[in-house]
Every structure is written in structure tokens, then in C-alpha cells.
């Protein structure tokens, strides 16, 4: 008779899966832990500091009530959220302490309602916050607050820039080292060269979200590059999607999906994973993903329901949930498609945008044709690699109202999923590399290409051996 400890005793292969499991859930609590010490810890630098420093910035003309104003490159700056985001924490009711008010992000808003208060503060008002914006975790003011208390409204703009900038170019060195200059290239130009890349220096919380995207991006890369399994997959998207519920306000997020999403799927690609193994990749990429965006989010909401009232955050995040998704507007359009073709239609109307997106597609099309024709890309690599790419898209039709009114800030997703696209498909479609004995040596042929005499090791000299 089997005994009980032995009939439920849990197989080798369970208590591996538990393990992981496990693992993972510690790596998403762990980043709700994190993440909210770092927003208390911003909050520690005095309001004083911070306010002063806007008041300055507003007498140097660097804040107006302009909420949307246009660059020398024809660029739309979003200052109406880069009032707010300079803005969170400030003129928290007397006798809050910290952790009420990272949780409950109150805010004086917009920049009409900035500048008129911070104006006042000025001549001696007291500041008062114009309500809460707990909807976001609002990461990036660990950044923010402690940078206006200490370089202004200037000098945080400048290092904001700055970290986008290092941010993608440490991704380029990334891939490039083990792909190619060329793959690098294809993975960073278009969201360099057809968005507003280079003016994101003009609010902080884009330039911010989008070091946030290329971090993680980054960050996916290696962890897969050296642990190759569908564990550190999971575990890398699930951080990348925890980041940018932590750090975007809905600004590059299905970018930043579809980006971290191939960048994974490319670096098991280039560990020679293939046909079920790669799709079974990508899965694990997109759903983990989209699990870490949802459990940050979902804490921060938590969180605040636990301070202000579930009702109250419960009837916030409806009202707005509802709006995003097909919320009335005289900007917003009915009807399938609407959202896909205003975002695209902005895009290919910036400066080099219509060159840009023609001649990438042109690549992309030719080096599916190519990768096909030399038996080094199946079709069906060339779909799981395709198919993150259409990640904004979907996301643009799913939040149709977000996406229309947001149409010049949601467009630069496609920046990002475009050159994600052009990489995943060149890297794919490139003869093996023999440059270097190094374990980073891609060889991208399939198992059948590959004769027996390069699986079977050279004899070694008997000589040699006892030398």
C-alpha cells in the first residue's frame, strides 16, 4: 500500500516548476519594495528645494503656461506633463508624512495651475496640492526632485536627456558587440532618427521613460545572452514591464513591449534556439511582460485605495480606464482603425519620417526574402520575430481615445517597434560569424546545415596531449 507522504510527494519536474515560480513572485515583490523606497526616498528632499528651484525656473522663462510648445525641429513638447511630473509631492496636506505622500502622489498640476501657484509661493503663499494623482507610481521622481533641489529645471532636463542617450547608446554597444555595427545600427536609428528623440531633453518624463525603456532593454539582452532559459526570460521581462509601470506614464509603453519583447527573442536566437523553442520564447516575453506592468500597477493602486479608500481609487481608475479606452472627445474618432491611422499618419509626417519607414520596410522585406531563400531563416522565424512589431498597433486600437488624443506622444512607439523589427530580421537573415573563437560567435544555421565534421572535435597529437 502506498504510503501518504509518498502518494502526495510532488514530482521532481513540479517542485522545479514551484521553485521558479517562487523565484518570480519574489523578483515582482521585491521590485514593489524597491520601488516604493525609492519614491520615499525622493520624497525626503524638502518641498522648499524643489518649489524654489521651479520658482526659478519659471522667472527664467524655462516653465510657461504654454502646455504644448513646438521646437526648432517641429517637435511638441509635452509640458502639460512635465508640470505635473515636476510637481508631484509638492503642497502635501500638513501633517502627512512620507510614505502617505509617495502613495498618494498629491500634485499641483498642469502648467496653468503650476505656474499661477508656484508664482504665489514666490510672494509668500503656502503651496496646496490640486489633488492626487495616485493612478502612477511616478518612479522617476527618485530622479527629479533631488536634480531640481540641486541643478534647477535646466540641469535636470539636461541629465534627463543625457540618460536617454547613454541608455541607447549602451544598448547599440550591447547587440553590436555580439550581433553586428550594422544590427545595432538598424535596432537604435529609427526611433532616433523619426521621432522626437533628440528634443526629449524638453520634458523630463519622457526623456526619463524612455532611458527606462532602453535600460531594459539592455538588461533583457544580457540576463538572456548569458542565461538562456525560458526562467530568465520571464524573469527579465517581468522586471522591464515592473520598470515602466514604475517609471512611464503611458508614453512608450507598447513600444517598450514589442522592444524588450524581440530583444529577448534575439538573444535566443543567437543562442540557437529555433521553431517551437523561439516561439515558446517569445510567449514567455510578452506575457511576463505584460504580468510585471499589471502587478506594479495593480500594487500602486493597492497601495493608495489602502491610504485614501478603495471606493474612491476604485471609481478613479474606472472613470479613467473607460476614457482611455473609448472615451468621448472631439478629437476622437469611431471605429476600427481610427487610432492606427492618425498615430502612423503623424508619423510619416515628421521630417524623415516617410523616408525612414519606406526604406525600412524595404529591409525588412528583403531580408526576409533573402534569410528564406539561404536556408538560414524559416518563415516561421521570421514571424515570431515579426510579430512583437505589431504590438503598438494592436495597443492603439485597443485604447483607441488615449491613442487619438495622445496621438503625437503615442506615435514613437512605432520608433522603437520599427527598429526592433529591422534588427530581429537582419540578425536572423546574416551569414554565421567566424571572427573570433569567443563563445558571443553567432552561427545562425540550422542544425541540418552543419556537417559532421564541425559537430566531431579534431583529433588531438598524442604528442600534444602529454606535453
Known sequence: MTSPSRKFRLSAQSRKALRATGFLLAILIGFQLVGLSLVIGAEMVPDRFVADALVEGIEEGLITEVEHPITGLGNQVDRWTECIALTIGLGDPDGSNNLQTAITSPVIGKCGLTVPALRAYGDGASLEANGSYFRYWHGYTFMTRPSLALFGVAGT????????????????????????????????????????????????????????????????????????SLFWMAAAALFAGSLSAFVDLMVFLPGTWALVSVVILVAALTRGWRSFRLLTAGIVAVTAWLVGLAFTWGTKWFLAGATVGFRTVFVNIRDQVGFRLNGDSTTVTEGFGAATRLNVGYWLDRPLGTMIVLASLAAAVFFVIRGVRSGRMSGWTALILAAPAFIPLVWYEIL???????????????????????????????????????????????????????RTPARIPDAEVHS
Do not use: N
Open 157 to 228: 532636463r539636461i541629465i534627463a536627456l543625457a540618460l536617454a542617450a547613454v541608455a541607447l547608446a549602451s544598448l547599440a554597444v550591447l547587440v553590436g558587440r555580439v550581433t553586428s555595427v550594422a544590427a545595432a545600427l538598424l535596432l537604435i536609428t529609427p526611433v532616433l532618427v523619426s521621432t522626437d528623440f533628440v528634443d526629449l531633453g524638453e520634458s523630463v518624463p519622457h526623456a526619463l521613460a524612455m532611458a527606462a525603456t532602453l535600460a531594459s532593454a539592455s538588461l533583457a539582452w544580457v540576463i538572456v545572452r548569458r542565461r538562456p
Open 400 to 454: 483607441s481615445s488615449h491613442s487619438q488624443i495622445h496621438y503625437w506622444i503615442t506615435y514613437k512607439s512605432l520608433g522603437l517597434a520599427l527598429g526592433a523589427l529591422l534588427f530581429g530580421l537582419f540578425v536572423a537573415m546574416r551569414p554565421p560569424q567566424h571572427r573570433t573563437p569567443s563563445s558571443d560567435v553567432i552561427d545562425l544555421r540550422e542544425p541540418h546545415e552543419v556537417s559532421e565534421t564541425a
